[in-house]
């Protein structure tokens, strides 16, 4: 078995860094938003850390954004919402948002990345205790994911193949929530539970579940998970407030990816994340922008790994990142 250890990140103050975005605001002659109130539905996780900084600097504010943060339970309902007109901008997984652009179920494109793999920041768990001592033990086992066929889904199919176990030896649980993982695992519901932090941490601690791997490994290594998605309708309807949006967004990835003590108090404030947990929690890496060339690692594993077709060997995801 492996326990985990606290990830140190080298803290700098939120002003230097601040002050090194150019101070780009509406006084700064850009365009006023179209749309000044929107909507952002985030999976409660570390993975939407750059946001909740963004929030809580009042950086979105400076832009003259009035934005609210409404928690999500999958990227799937996200999207759904979207589609239907609730949220203005939501932040997922990639492969639901691939999954949804090639089944026509909406026209998406993707504006920022949010998050990219680390060390111990997505884990797959078992009960203290279990039998379990090894990946190829799962073989014949249930292993909960948070919703079907999303970012779950490929990390662990990635994981059982680079371990000589195929995906189909083993039974995936898609009715398991995180917050529901440790109850799952202890009453033998489960065998193993895919979960990110802070649910990994929180349930080592209060329950003592223990890491079997870890899922940043192999061909998933800094692998990318989440990012922020808005309608193509509504990207050309609200360009300046996408603008504006971003350019708050950036600032609170820089933030959030330089300085940890930010980040505790923003999971504090948006997760109540206690601060001697979220000082033991792993992080994952915080870019801005968007790698067109990193994101297309999340289509050739869903090509390898059966979550999309064979016919759809030729999909660019710079059809999904484009202006």
Request: charged content about 20%; some cysteine; overall charge negative.
């Amino acid at each position: 078995m492996k326990f985990r250890k606290a990830s140190l990140v080298p803290a700098v103050t939120i002003a230097v860094l601040a002050a090194g975005c150019g101070g780009s605001g509406t006084g700064a002659g850009l365009p006023a938003p179209e749309k000044t109130d929107i909507v952002v539905d985030a999976f409660p996780a570390i993975d939407s850390a750059g946001l909740y900084i963004a929030q809580m600097d009042r950086l979105f504010a400076a832009q003259g954004l009035n934005v609210t943060i409404e928690n999500a339970q999958t990227t799937q309902t996200e999207i759904d919402g979207q589609v239907q007109g609730r949220y203005d901008i939501t932040t997922g997984d990639y492969v639901t948002y691939i999954n949804n652009e090639l089944a026509g179920k909406a026209r998406l494109r993707i504006v920022a990345e949010a998050s990219f793999l680390q060390p111990n920041v997505l884990a797959l768990l078992v009960k203290d205790g279990s039998p379990i001592t090894s990946i190829g033990e799962l073989r014949d086992k249930s292993i909960s994911v948070n919703a079907p066929d999303d970012i779950g889904t490929l990390l662990v199919d990635s994981l059982l193949v680079e371990h000589g176990v195929a995906p189909k030896d083993v039974r995936l649980d898609s009715n398991v929530a995180f917050p529901a993982v440790a109850a799952s695992l202890e009453g033998g519901r489960i065998s193993a539970a895919f979960a990110p932090e802070p649910f990994v941490s929180l349930d080592e601690q209060k329950f003592g579940i223990q890491e079997l791997a870890d899922l940043d490994q192999g061909s998933t290594l800094d692998f990318p998970i989440q990012g922020y998605a808005v309608t193509q309708a509504w990207a050309d309807r609200y360009p300046h407030t996408l603008a504006a949006f971003l350019r708050a967004l950036s600032q609170g990835q820089e933030i959030a990816d330089a300085d940890r003590t930010a980040v505790e108090l923003a999971l504090g404030k948006y997760l109540q994340i206690p601060r001697q947990t979220a000082a033991f929690l792993s992080l994952p890496s915080f870019p801005t922008g968007v790698d067109p060339a990193r994101l297309q690692r999340v289509v050739s594993a869903m090509l390898r790994f059966g979550l999309l077709p064979p016919t759809d060997d030729t999909f660019s995801i710079t059809s999904m990142t484009g202006p």
